[in-house]
């Protein structure tokens, strides 16, 4: 990292979340980080280390106690500080619900904007094989169902880094946010991205005039893979990166699916009430003229995850069933005449698994 507030050229997806929680706590005295293992050797997956050292008294481990830590975290940003609250698992932040729905979401309502809670809470979606089905959920719908929560799930370093700044230095209430495991050793060329006017903003992530796919976190990069694929069968697909969960650019999806006449919507979590849904409520109440065919909507099978990798690698939407359901989509036949590559888990493309954390 070259300094605290830039990125390599080629830098990893864990690189931007460090970059991030070192700008924060350099760039704002009034930050601090906390959580379960923030100040352990291994630091939140390589993304806190080292910080307790560098900033004595703001880098603060916990007990297992999210609940009560939320509290504290609500608390300290009611009285001036900014929290930044760390889960190492998105699941443990169930046991925070209410402080995060009954009281982080609804202050500024319930005291006539006089009171905000300005705080910042990550959440790690631990898919991996092995993680079971209490350590692997994406539960982004379910928080961003409530008014007064933003949700965010950057799928690059550089999005992090910016949304992350963005939202501490000027978002006057609670932020969660949704970081992948399996992209964490990812690398990523920064070098050529222009900074995004809006950081808390939908970003269009490749152009294309067939169909239009709207995607969270890993799916983006999934969807990316699909859309390189498919271009070789004359198939071009619009990428829409959606990031952000509870507020989504309905422009950019209307103007894409207008230009498209397709789409398909690819999510990290089961589609009943979830993401998918809400986007194609977008289309739905804006201007379902423009379909020409039905939405397809792709997301983890209607079950609690499995523990064995086996039935694992059946359980999530991967590169092999987007690739098919896309070809299908726009040709609008099973034999679409796209060659299917060989099915692999994208655990086994993008992260080995090497042990339970």
Not at 62 to 83: F, M
Not at 333 to 357: L, N, R, W
Request: net charge neutral; aromatic share 8%.
């Amino acid at each position: 990292m070259n300094t605290p507030h830039r990125l390599p050229a080629i830098a990893t997806y864990r690189d931007g979340l460090a970059v991030a929680m070192r700008s924060a706590l350099t760039d704002h005295p009034n930050t601090i980080l906390i959580g379960q293992g923030v100040c352990d050797f291994k630091g939140i997956f390589g993304t806190t280390t080292n910080l307790r050292t560098e900033f004595p008294g703001r880098v603060i481990e916990t007990p297992l106690s999210e609940d009560a830590v939320t509290g504290i975290c609500v608390g300290a940003a009611l009285t001036g500080l900014y929290p930044i609250n760390t889960h190492i698992r998105a699941d443990f932040g169930l046991l925070a619900m209410n402080q995060l729905i009954n009281m982080a979401a609804k202050y500024r309502y319930m005291f006539g904007g006089l009171f905000r809670v300005p705080m910042l809470v990550r959440m790690v979606i631990g898919r991996s094989w092995g993680q079971g089905a209490q350590h692997s959920q994406s539960l982004q719908s379910l928080f961003a169902h409530i008014p007064g929560l933003l949700v965010l799930m950057p799928s690059t370093p550089d999005a992090i880094v910016q949304s992350y700044a963005h939202a501490v230095a000027h978002h006057k209430g609670p932020v969660i946010v949704f970081e992948h495991r399996l992209m964490y050793d990812l690398a990523f060329d920064t070098s050529n991205r222009p900074p995004v006017e809006n950081p808390l903003a939908s970003r269009l992530a490749r152009e294309g005039s067939d169909v239009t796919i709207v995607a969270t976190s890993i799916m983006v990069l999934e969807a990316l893979r699909a859309a390189s694929y498919l271009a070789d069968f004359g198939i071009e697909c619009e990428v829409i990166d959606l990031h952000n969960i509870s507020n989504p650019d309905r422009a950019l999806i209307m103007s894409s699916v207008a230009k498209t006449g397709r789409l398909l919507v690819a999510d990290t979590s089961w589609l009943a009430y979830g993401v998918a849904a809400e986007v194609c409520r977008i289309v739905a109440e804006t201007d379902p003229s423009v379909l020409k065919a039905p939405v397809v909507n792709l997301g983890m099978a209607a079950a609690p995850c499995p523990t064995a990798k086996a039935l694992e690698d059946i359980y999530y939407p991967d590169l092999h069933r987007t690739i098919d359901a896309v070809a299908r989509l726009v040709r609008g036949k099973i034999e679409h005449g796209v060659i299917i590559p060989q099915h692999k888990a994208m655990t086994d493309f993008y992260k080995s698994f090497k042990g339970p954390f």
